[in-house]
């Protein structure tokens, strides 16, 4: 499939989303379909850097964060509509994306992923401390009630993140079939035997840095209207951490689809949580679900679901065969 058509069956599926949503009749949708859709983005982000690559990046709140903080700092200088703050919050997070990427790639393994963790912890603390932003305290964003031609604020705060999705989705399938794609890959494999072959490692994981840090800064632009109060502890949230690796672990890092289907179903479990039990067994819900996928299907439902059908049995001419059941019911002029 090509990517302009695959780019018109997510709008097409994204339209029809933001359809029933407001077929639905409440606004209660659209806030909980902001939070996957947000999901979605930010596991598909990780992913480009963490599955595609195999770098473990445990430092996503931060670039989320420098999405949120960026647009807050442009709301207190002159107001943009959100689309600009959504393009400038991926530039800053992309750039220190490309930062962080020059200065810990030389790490590998577990010291690199210890390393993104303390880049958040750095950024989290000179947050606290810049009083220009709210620092500890935290800063008011006053949002329009409504928004022509949309009416609620909230139905165009969806309608951005569905854009988003739709575009962070089609950008991790466009690197995964494509040559940058093949060189992730061999990074991800060997990464000492690609760079033996004469792959450029360090230059395509600057790119993934980039690239992952910018889609999260852009997931996170949107967030101070959504949430109307944004502080460092809401910011830098362990939920934002935890459920961008849990989510494409979940469903699956060797494709673009596994994230997806991860955030959709983790992200809809812990909204029906929050509803009706209490939003603090969300990480519960996460830890079991991880601990449960590790055991079962360690390399997620997308891996589970290639394992089943490599294992069906097949005919002669090598497609998979049906059940004995299914074929007793195919009429004989059908064989």
């Not at 931060?62 to 647009?71: H, Q, R, V």
């Not at 089609?170 to 079939?177: F, G, K, P, Q, S």
């Not at 891996?303 to 089943?308: A, C, D, E, M, V």
Request: one cysteine or more; hydrophobic letters at 50%.
């Amino acid at each position: 499939m090509r990517t302009d058509l695959f780019l018109l069956i997510c709008l097409a599926v994204g339209g029809a989303v933001f359809g029933v949503a407001i077929a639905l009749g409440n606004d209660y949708y659209f806030f909980a379909g902001y939070v996957v859709l947000q999901y979605i983005v930010l596991s598909t982000a990780w992913n480009i850097l963490g599955g595609y690559c195999g770098y473990v990046n445990f430092g996503s709140a931060a670039f989320f964060a420098l999405g949120a903080y960026s647009t807050v700092t442009l709301h207190r200088l002159v107001p943009l509509p959100i689309p600009v703050l959504v393009a400038i919050g991926g530039i800053v997070s992309g750039v220190v994306g490309f930062g962080m990427g020059y200065l810990t790639l030389r790490l590998r393994g577990a010291f690199f992923a210890i390393a993104t963790l303390a880049l958040a912890v750095v950024l989290q603390t000179l947050i606290v401390n810049w009083d220009f932003v709210g620092g500890s305290r935290g800063a008011y964003i006053v949002r329009p009630e409504s928004i022509a031609p949309f009416g609620s604020y909230i139905k165009y705060l969806f309608l951005i993140m569905i854009l988003l999705a739709v575009g962070s989705l089609t950008v991790a399938r466009l690197i995964e079939r494509s040559r940058l794609g093949f060189g992730f890959a061999t990074i991800r494999d060997d990464e000492v035997a690609a760079e033996a072959s004469g792959v450029p490692t360090l230059r395509l994981q600057l790119i993934a840095t980039t690239i992952s840090g910018g889609l999260m800064g852009m997931a996170g632009a949107p967030f101070p209207y959504y949430i109307g109060f944004l502080q460092p502890s809401s910011a830098f949230g362990l939920d934002y951490a935890v459920n961008s690796i849990a989510m494409p672990l979940i469903g699956g890092t060797t494709s673009w689809v596994g994230p997806l289907i991860g955030a959709i179903l983790l992200g809809s479990l812990q909204q029906i949580a929050t509803v009706t039990i209490s939003s603090a067994v969300n990480l519960l819900i996460v830890g079991f679900l991880l601990v449960g996928f590790v055991i079962v299907a360690p390399n997620g439902i997308i891996g589970l679901f290639q394992k089943y059908v490599r294992h069906r049995p097949a005919d002669r001419a090598g497609r998979p065969t049906l059940p004995a059941e299914a074929t007793k019911s195919v009429p004989e002029s059908a064989t």
